[in-house]
């Protein structure tokens, strides 16, 4: 099981995320979390649980955070009031 500090961010296609980059992204855990916020899009608490029990980590911390704010950066999860929604080009 990859860990969060362990994903490599670098290796991310750059630009929208489409749904064949997104399927074809490593690990599989991540495909999930983004996948978790499609359509309806799903609640802080419950996208940290998620990351939490993907990556074996406590949802509140610091590498959650960080990673939220890698996928926000590339506009491919963005806050839409009060949830998550990833955002395909």
Not at 37 to 57: I, K, P, Y
Request: aromatic fraction near 6%; charge should be negative; glycine fraction near 6%.
């Amino acid at each position: 099981m990859t860990s969060l500090a362990e994903l490599a961010v670098a290796s991310w296609p750059d630009g929208p995320l489409t749904m064949a980059a997104l399927l074809a992204l490593e690990p599989a855990g991540l495909r999930r979390v983004l996948k978790a916020g499609l359509r309806q899009g799903v609640d802080d608490a419950a996208l940290r649980a998620l990351v939490a029990a993907e990556f074996c980590c406590e949802p509140d911390a610091a590498a959650v955070d960080h990673l939220f704010s890698q996928l926000e950066g590339r506009q491919w999860l963005v806050r839409q009031g009060t949830v998550w929604k990833t955002r395909l080009a």
